[in-house]
């Protein structure tokens, strides 16, 4: 049985959060919690919510047992880019991209 959550246009880089989210795929979910609460960066906590997220879907949702969840899928996919402009030197127009990112995590039992 599988439970799945997403979250979707965060105000995160795909670049960084891909780094965090490869730390716990396939791992077991009280596991990834603790690697995800030693990690001092807001990927990390971003994910961590994602993380509970999907751990309580499948609880309350599919009636699993916490203790045998484990990350099946793990993944950052890229969002919507928010285009901002600013003035540059010699009358130039120069650009800051802000980057935002869907996250999706699916826990199942082992």
């Known amino acids: 049985m599988e439970a799945r959550a997403i979250a979707r246009s965060l105000r995160l880089s795909p670049i960084r959060a891909r780094l965090v989210i490869d730390m716990i795929r396939g791992k077991r979910v009280d596991e990834a919690l603790t690697i995800l609460s030693n990690i ?3 990927s990390a906590r971003l994910i961590k919510k994602v ?9 309350n949702n599919e009636g699993a047992d916490k203790t045998t969840l484990y990350v099946k899928e793990a993944r950052v996919d890229a969002g919507p880019v928010m285009k901002r ?4 030197s010699r009358s130039h127009i120069g650009h800051n991209n802000h980057r935002t990112s869907h996250v999706v995590i699916t826990v199942a039992t082992k």
């Open 85 to 88: 402009h600013m003035f540059d």
């Open 40 to 42: 001092n960066n807001k």
């Open 51 to 59: 993380l509970d997220s999907a751990t309580s879907n499948a609880v």
